[in-house]
């Protein structure tokens, strides 16, 4: 059974910064695409930032560009996305999901398995 576990978030003041991680079981990271995604209250889910285990090639959406940075650890078989900077339009939960497909995907279709999530509050 695969899973994907999502931790790090919490409440953060603005221009701060956490570090969220997405630990796999039951699949190997460096055979999948990992991305992770958010949803704000009302809004549709987005692609944040991508990251292609099998060449290293990153996405990153453009309003999270110079501030998030996307990594993996493939012997921890875990994606970590460091967030600063945090602004209070960051707020949303935050999902990873894993794709088959051996490019950047930054569609939500484009995945097979997705965590449960964790929440990410930016007070201003």
């Known amino acids: 059974e695969v899973q994907l576990v999502e931790s790090g978030g919490g409440l953060v003041q603005a221009g701060g910064s956490l570090r969220l991680s997405c630990t796999a079981s039951g699949l190997n990271i460096d055979d999948y695409t990992i991305g992770w995604f958010r949803q704000a209250p009302g809004k549709e889910r987005e692609a944040v930032s991508c990251i292609s285990t099998t060449d290293s090639s990153t996405y990153y959406a453009d309003s999270v560009q110079g501030r998030f940075t996307i990594s993996s650890d493939n012997a921890k078989n875990t994606v970590y996305l460091q967030m600063n900077g945090l602004k209070p339009e960051d707020t949303a939960d935050y999902y990873c999901?894993?794709?088959?497909?051996?490019?950047?995907?930054?569609?939500?279709?484009?995945?097979?398995?997705w965590g449960q999530g964790t929440q990410v509050t930016v007070s201003s």
């Open positions: 999901a894993a794709s088959r497909h051996t490019i950047v995907v930054i569609t939500t279709f484009g995945y097979d398995y």
